[in-house]
T-cell receptor, first 114, second 113 residues
Framework: EAGVTQSPTHLIKTRGQQATLRCSPI?????VYWYQQALGLGLQFLLWYDEGEERNRGNFPPRFSGRQFPNYSSELNVNALELEDSALYLC?????????????FGQGTRLTVV | KQEVTQIPAALSVPEGENLVLNCSFTDSAIYNLQWFRQDPGKGLTSLLL?????REQTSGRLNASLDKSSGRSTLYIAASQPGDSATYLCAGTYGGATNKLIFGTGTLLAVQP
């Protein structure tokens, strides 16, 4: 069974541009989570999607947005990129939105803003 | 505020040693606690999940315990190997409307051959 897959692996963008990151959850999983891991800041929760709806978002500005498609895959969009957006972006999926359902992570997308 | 802390921040041990990594959380109303492993620049690998109703979980050389009353979890690694070298993260889920994982800052483990 394939795990959580993310693309691209690496992404280099210029300040002010937009970045689109993609995530495919484990087959059968309906919930997708996005986390940011910036150097020295640890893992911070960004967004949670389940059954196509945004369920919760972390303390990030509106230029961080996303969506979940009918096949449960997800996209994270970051507009007006800033240098401090450089980070490893991790996607996770879980079987459902039940509390405490185990989360499985992908290998991440390394976003570098220059 | 729900916070998770890990001690120590870094640990270096000789191969073959048994070791314990510590995780503390401020809010005892935790749904579950997960331990992850992260290799440099890579994603997270789930090691163990302990539900709030459980006290411990075991997988191979790994054993994790959960004590909600004291707000602590420990990850015990038996007979450490150089391949165990990585950053170990614990994360708690509090469910409800958020269902997000709150991560600790991690322990960087180096097992010397």
């Amino acid at each position: 069974e394939a795990g959580v897959t993310q693309s691209p692996t690496h992404l280099i963008k210029t300040r002010g541009q937009q970045a689109t990151l993609r995530c495919s959850p484990i087959s059968g999983h309906t919930s997708v989570y996005w986390y940011q891991q910036a150097l020295g800041l640890g893992l911070q929760f960004l967004l949670w999607y389940d059954e196509g709806e945004e369920r919760n978002r972390g303390n990030f500005p509106p230029r961080f947005s996303g969506r979940q498609f009918p096949n449960y895959s997800s996209e994270l969009n970051v507009n007006a990129l800033e240098l401090e957006d450089s980070a490893l972006y991790l996607c996770a999926s879980s079987r459902n939105r039940g509390a405490g359902t185990e989360a499985f992570f992908g290998q991440g997308t390394r976003l570098t803003v220059v | 505020k729900q916070e998770v802390t890990q001690i120590p921040a870094a640990l270096s041990v000789p191969e073959g040693e048994n070791l314990v990594l510590n995780c503390s959380f401020t809010d005892s109303a935790i749904y579950n606690l997960q331990w992850f492993r992260q290799d440099p620049g890579k994603g997270l690998t789930s090691l163990l999940l302990i539900q709030s109703s459980q006290r411990e979980q075991t997988s191979g050389r790994l054993n994790a315990s959960l004590d909600k009353s004291s707000g602590r979890s420990t990850l015990y690694i038996a007979a450490s190997q150089p391949g165990d070298s990585a950053t170990y993260l614990c994360a708690g889920t509090y469910g409800g409307a958020t269902n997000k994982l709150i991560f600790g800052t991690g322990t960087l483990l180096a097992v010397q051959p």
